[in-house]
């Protein structure tokens, strides 16, 4: 792995990063969070925006701050946290620094739908540039990360990529046509989970439990439920089989679920939010 290391540009020493992230929103910050928790803060450069954000985030997690283009000059891996309708734009504004690299770096989007052939078309140049669809819980190391690279990516960038984003939670290389659904998926389907749980605590207050213990047994529930999944490897039908007692209380509500139509609609809202990733590709 390559540790940090001093350029020179027009005769002036330009201390190197070894991540640096453009945009410190939710998505951005949950990542910075975690990277600073898996190699030291020195190492991360942050730029956003507004500057105070990313001086407060910097401030909390002891790395610098900056603006857009220090993230371009100074970072090998420039990760670019806006949203899909900002990339053209923001890429206007770093494309004149980046031609004048002369070192090795790799271009990181997190913007959903914009594919890497997008990205290169915007630049007028072919960069190493690696597509990665993480999801909110890399806050906490759970994310479901997502990533896709152009040929101009090496195998040896992959793997460290992988290990700088390795505490955030689960990592899969797919190819990019599988993209787009994996982040109407891991991407969007957090939401999906969050509205369920609501539901879910709704329901238990409805029936007399305190607000708080209905929301953290609500919690606990789906990562208990989701944890058995990937450790026991049985298909969720098989699972939810499992719990159903002829007669008993699940089944009853199971029933009340498929009477209102809850498969369909977790299954049209996944395909709603893929058709939107694929309207802004």
Same mark, same amino acid.
């Given at each position: 792995?390559?540790?940090?290391?001093?350029?020179?540009?027009?005769?002036?020493?330009?201390?190197?990063?070894? %991540?640096?992230?453009?945009?410190?929103?939710?998505?951005?910050?949950? %990542?910075a969070r975690s990277a600073c928790a898996g190699i030291s803060a020195d190492e991360?450069?942050?730029?956003?925006?507004?500057?105070?954000?990313?001086?407060?985030?910097?401030?909390?997690?002891?790395?610098?701050?900056?603006?857009? &283009?220090?993230?371009?000059?100074?970072?090998?891996?420039?990760?670019?946290?806006?949203?899909?309708?900002a990339m053209a734009e923001l890429l206007s504004e770093i494309a004149p620094v980046?031609?004048?690299?002369?070192?090795?770096?790799?271009?990181?989007?997190?913007?959903?739908?914009?594919?890497?052939?997008?990205?290169? /078309?915007?630049?007028?140049?072919?960069?190493?540039?690696?597509?990665?669809?993480?999801?909110?819980? *890399?806050?906490?190391?759970?994310?479901?990360?997502?990533?896709?690279?152009?040929?101009?990516?090496?195998?040896?960038?992959?793997?460290?990529?992988? /290990?700088?984003?390795?505490?955030?939670?689960?990592?899969?290389?797919?190819?990019?046509?599988?993209?787009?659904?994996?982040?109407?998926?891991?991407?969007?389907?957090?939401?999906?989970?969050?509205?369920?749980?609501? *539901?879910?605590?709704?329901?238990?207050?409805? &029936?007399?439990?305190?607000?708080?213990?209905?929301?953290?047994?609500?919690?606990?529930?789906?990562?208990?439920? *989701?944890?058995?999944?990937?450790?026991?490897?049985? /298909?969720?039908?098989?699972?939810?089989?499992?719990?159903?007692?002829?007669?008993?209380?699940?089944?009853?509500?199971?029933?009340?679920?498929?009477?209102?139509?809850?498969?369909?609609? *977790?299954?049209?809202?996944?395909?709603?939010?893929?058709?939107?990733?694929?309207?802004?590709?």
């Open positions: 792995m390559k540790q940090k290391e001093d350029v020179n540009v027009l005769g002036m020493e330009i201390r190197m990063y070894q %991540l640096g992230f453009i945009g410190t929103g939710n998505m951005g910050s949950a %990542l991360v450069l942050l730029a956003n925006r507004t500057k105070a954000t990313a001086e407060r985030l910097a401030e909390e997690l002891g790395c610098a701050a900056g603006e857009n &283009c220090d993230v371009a000059k100074m970072s090998r891996y420039i990760f670019l946290g806006v949203k899909p309708q980046l031609r004048e690299r002369k070192d090795r770096f790799v271009l990181v989007s997190m913007a959903a739908g914009v594919k890497l052939g997008t990205i290169e /078309h915007m630049l007028q140049t072919e960069y190493p540039v690696i597509r990665m669809m993480p999801n909110i819980a *890399a806050a906490v190391g759970e994310s479901m990360l997502l990533f896709t690279a152009n040929a101009k990516v090496t195998k040896e960038e992959r793997q460290e990529f992988c /290990h700088y984003m390795e505490g955030m939670g689960q990592i899969d290389e797919i190819p990019e046509g599988w993209m787009d659904a994996g982040c109407a998926l891991s991407g969007s389907g957090t939401a999906f989970a969050f509205l369920f749980l609501e *539901a879910l605590s709704d329901g238990a207050v409805a &029936c007399g439990l305190p607000r708080e213990r209905a929301m953290k047994y609500a919690a606990q529930t789906l990562l208990g439920s *989701a944890k058995l999944m990937l450790e026991d490897g049985r /298909h969720p039908a098989e699972l939810k089989d499992a719990v159903c007692s002829p007669g008993g209380t699940t089944i009853a509500g199971i029933s009340v679920l498929e009477s209102a139509g809850f498969r369909g609609a *977790a299954i049209e809202a996944v395909k709603a939010a893929y058709g939107r990733a694929c309207e802004l590709s």
